[in-house]
C-alpha cells in the first residue's frame, strides 16, 4: 500500500506561478512513473503531466505544455509540479498518482492516487 499527499495549492491570479508538491510513503517511490491530473468541476479528470523513474523524460498534455513542469526528487520521495503563466481554465482540483502500467495519458493506468489539492486562478 501507498499513500500520496498533495499540498501547494491555493489562489493566485492569471499569469501567476504555483509549485505543486506530491509527497510519496509506504511503497518504493523510486521503481514507478508518477503522474499528474486535474479535475475541474462539471468535467472529467484529465492527464497533465507524467515523468520517468528517473526524471530522465517528461510528458505533459498539450494545454500546459511549455507552461509546467514536472520534476521529482527521489530522495525525498516526492514529484512535483511547476505551474507557471496559470490561466483561468487551469482552476481544477490537481491530483498526483502511481502509474502502474499502459498508457500514461490514461487515468485507467494509475492506481494509487492523493486526496487532491485545489488550484483556483482568478481572471
Known amino acids: 500500500q501507498g499513500q500520496l499527499v498533495e499540498s501547494g495549492g491555493g489562489l493566485v491570479q492569471a499569469g501567476g506561478s504555483l509549485r505543486l508538491s506530491c509527497a510519496a510513503s509506504?511503497?518504493?517511490?523510486?521503481?514507478?512513473?508518477m503522474g499528474w491530473f486535474r479535475q475541474a468541476p462539471g468535467k472529467e479528470r484529465e492527464f497533465v503531466a507524467a515523468?520517468?523513474?528517473?526524471?530522465?523524460?517528461?510528458f505533459y498534455a498539450e494545454s500546459v505544455k511549455g507552461r509546467f513542469t514536472i520534476s521529482r526528487d527521489n530522495a525525498k520521495s516526492t514529484v512535483y509540479l511547476q505551474m507557471n503563466s496559470l490561466k483561468s481554465e487551469d482552476t481544477a482540483v490537481y491530483y498526483c498518482?502511481?502509474?502502474?502500467?499502459?498508457?500514461?495519458?490514461?487515468?485507467?493506468?494509475?492506481?494509487?492516487w492523493g486526496q487532491g489539492t485545489q488550484v483556483t486562478v482568478s481572471s
Open positions: 509506504g511503497r518504493t517511490f523510486s521503481t514507478n512513473f
Open positions: 515523468i520517468t523513474k528517473s526524471g530522465s523524460r517528461t
Open positions: 498518482a502511481t502509474h502502474r502500467g499502459g498508457s500514461l495519458y490514461s487515468r485507467g493506468s494509475y492506481d494509487y
